[in-house]
């Protein structure tokens, strides 16, 4: 456990020395982009696998001529295909420089992709960048899948620091609605944020301030506990992942109200199908699926439920046509769920209005 909390606090460290370095204003989606590199770096992400995609990133922005401050999220949100760079060198023998080469075109392409990707859904996805990094890790694995490399399966879910981790997980996101609440200068300040449908662009900070961001980011992480002990499994590194990204994104489009219908959907679909509630990919889809609040959050609980329904039947088979090179694997099934649901109520006239129907 030690080794990865060291490995999720450099990740992190990273990230957020390339944000101050390039001066970038401090933000919800900066929140939201440290809490989920550090924890995808919990499962999968390690400090050498991540700097070839940045560096991509990065020659991208000379080429094109933009200042890699425009590119900056896309840059550290792309790290969810750090997995291509760890496969190419080891598992499909092409050695370290084969994976930095890997890692580094996919670098050159996530930007655009993800700059363009986010009007097919129209920012109800709110891990955009994982449904971009979905399509470029689907086309990078069928390229290798051409000359006979496939990735193994494997799941490692593991439970031996249960208990601890479940006393971090709850101690720290209790002290972040006290310290958040201590600091407010206008506690109704938080209704702001309950408000808020969700879908990008949504700061919280901007809207409601830090304080009431930090409330909202403690009492999300809270509700993913609530859901966890229900749901009976265990604490360890994935579980962790998925609370840090709800935490991350609480400043960055979801709150209490918008994420409890879609884990809702997410359970309610395990009842009704094949898949175990407390299997760890039900788990991970209750938490990660959140994703897919601002659809709660605009168009009311029902379709909320129903959107998290959809979820679960899609990400439980997509992951096999990008062989797990993205690990936001719940954003790529988010981008394609949201990209349905918007467009049906689009075509029954409810675009931008609330509804429970």
Known sequence: M?????????????????????????????????????GFALMGKTIWSILPIIFGVYIYSKLTKREFITNIYPALFGTALAPIVTHTSFEFGLGILGGIIAGFMAGLVIAPIANHALGFHEGYNLYNVGFSAGLVGLVLMNIFRSFDHETENLLIWGTTFDSQLRIFSIGLFVS?????????????????????????????????????????????????VIFVELLGTNYNGPVLSGLLTMVGFAGFGKHPLNIIPIMIGVILASFLSIYETNAPGTVLAVLFGTTLAPISGQFGPIIGIITGMLHLYIVSTIGVIHGGMNLYNNGFSGGLVASLVIAVMKGIGKEGRRSIF
């Open 2 to 38: 030690g080794a990865a909390f060291v490995n999720a606090g450099v990740v992190g460290l990273i990230g957020y020395i390339i944000l101050i370095i390039n001066k970038v204003e401090f933000s919800g989606v900066s929140i939201a982009t440290l809490f989920t590199m550090m």
């Open 176 to 224: 972040m609605v006290l310290i958040g609440a201590f600091y407010s200068d206008n506690l109704k300040d938080y209704r702001k944020v309950l408000k808020e449908p969700g879908n990008t662009i949504t700061d919280f900070v901007d809207i409601a301030g830090f304080d009431n961001t930090l409330i909202n980011m403690g009492l999300v992480g809270l509700i993913g």
